[in-house]
């Protein structure tokens, strides 16, 4: 092996060892490589979407987006621990995308019951005064606007295959179906029915002490080392640069820099071409022949 594959395959276990967690190969393994029917083909939008390294953009663009929602972000501040273990929630939601995109039908039930479980014990009052629960249909579906809307906005900007008009309605309608069995209500299944729940939640969102602080959090103090922080401030500008203009007006960046200049989205196409290089020498095992 040559020194540049050996660099190549040892920062592609790195990298995926903080996304995965210390269990993270097992799950792959278990994610991967069991037979048996799935939900999705290999060759799906879904697939598309959610096996490029744009996702790492597009998990930093809704978790920003998500602190919008302040009953939202009430029940991500009490409950998540995203402070105390942001590698663990980060590894705990990856493996639940990879186990509901390319898992068996049999693991992503079981996944999506997990979910279920751990959304119902979620309750509590936001500083407002307002009651919230996870399992809130409403706000189930929110989380999900803000993921799909988010996945599909880096993939389409930092893809390595962006899909056509077609092929976007249809990644909307195949993640829908995974939403619906989580308990959203009505999750949009095309563009057009995004922009309809854009304007819906419109009235709902705005800025908190609490979404500064995850904000400060995501683009200001990431949980990584210094040497790694360069790399990952052009993914949080690319996540930032890709958010509506409202939004950038309501979330709080350490740059004076607004709107999405070229010098931005060329760094984010540097950070997920670099992922997606680093990610080629650990891919995850051939799914079995049914």
Do not use: N
């Not at 039930?109 to 249909?137: E, K």
């Not at 990952?232 to 820099?257: D, F």
């Amino acid at each position: 092996m040559s020194p540049v594959e050996t660099l190549r395959r040892t920062s592609g276990r790195a990298l995926f060892a903080r996304v995965g967690g210390p269990d993270g190969h097992e799950e792959r393994e278990r994610i991967h490589a069991t037979a048996g029917p799935r939900q999705f083909a290999q060759d799906s939008e879904i697939a598309r979407v959610h096996g490029d390294a744009s996702m790492f953009v597009g998990g930093v663009r809704a978790l920003l987006l998500q602190s919008l929602h302040p009953l939202a972000m009430a029940a991500v501040a009490a409950h998540s621990g995203y402070r105390g273990d942001p590698w663990g929630r980060l590894a705990r939601t990856s493996t639940f995308l990879a186990a509901t995109t390319f898992g068996t039908v049999e693991y992503a039930r079981q996944s999506i019951d997990v979910v279920r479980s751990v959304h119902a014990r979620v309750r509590g009052t936001a500083p407002d005064g307002r009651a919230y629960a996870a399992d809130d249909p409403w706000l189930l579906r929110w989380v999900h606007l803000a993921e799909v809307d988010s996945f599909l906005t880096a993939h389409q900007r930092f893809g390595l295959r962006p899909l056509d008009a077609a092929g976007c309605d249809a990644y909307l309608a195949q993640a829908a179906d995974v939403a619906l069995r989580l308990g959203a209500v009505d999750p949009p299944r095309s563009r057009a029915e995004v922009r309809i729940a854009w304007q819906e939640f419109g009235p709902e969102l705005g800025a908190t002490q609490e979404s500064d602080d995850v904000a400060r959090f995501l683009l200001a103090e990431p949980p990584l080392p210094r040497a790694a922080r360069g790399p990952y401030a052009l993914l949080g500008a690319a996540a930032y640069g890709s958010l509506p203009r409202w939004a950038q007006r309501e979330i709080t960046a350490p740059w004076p820099v607004r709107g999405d200049p070229t010098v931005v989205r060329a760094g984010g196409h540097v950070a997920t071409r670099a992922i997606r290089w680093a990610l080629a020498g650990d891919p995850p095992p051939a799914r079995p022949v049914d």
